[in-house]
């Protein structure tokens, strides 16, 4: 069994070492980690906010390009299409190629 003696005496060594050695060197001030901490909230937050924008406008986009392909599947579109499927002017084809086909 150890005797409390030694354990005191023990114990005073190893405060006695750990004020010896100082203060940790990257440890802050409780502002300061205080501070770091709501801004990394606040960050969070931000986030969060955009990507709610983000999935907003997706949505909205899909909408419209849904209404977009039901409004080209309509029979006043059909005469723009030839019987391969393939449209009758590519409007992503270079302008120079297209006058030259």
């Known amino acids: 069994m150890i005797r409390p003696a030694s354990?005191?005496?023990g114990l005073l060594l190893l405060l006695i070492g750990c004020a010896a050695a100082g203060p940790e060197p990257d440890l802050q001030p409780r502002a300061v980690r205080s501070s770091a901490c709501q801004e990394?909230?606040?960050?969070?937050?931000?986030?969060?906010?955009?990507?709610?924008?983000?999935?907003?406008?997706?949505e909205k986009l899909e909408v419209e390009l849904a209404?977009?392909?039901d409004a080209m599947?309509?029979?006043?579109?059909?005469?723009?299409?030839?019987?391969?499927?393939?449209?009758?002017?590519?409007?992503?084809?270079?302008?120079?190629?297209?006058?030259?086909?």
């Open 7 to 9: 354990l005191s005496a």
């Open 40 to 58: 990394h909230t606040n960050l969070h937050e931000r986030l969060d906010v955009v990507e709610k924008n983000v999935e907003d406008t997706v």
């Open 67 to 69: 209404s977009l392909l």
């Open 73 to 101: 599947e309509s029979p006043e579109w059909r005469p723009l299409l030839d019987r391969a499927g393939k449209t009758t002017v590519d409007i992503l084809e270079d302008p120079e190629k297209r006058g030259r086909s």
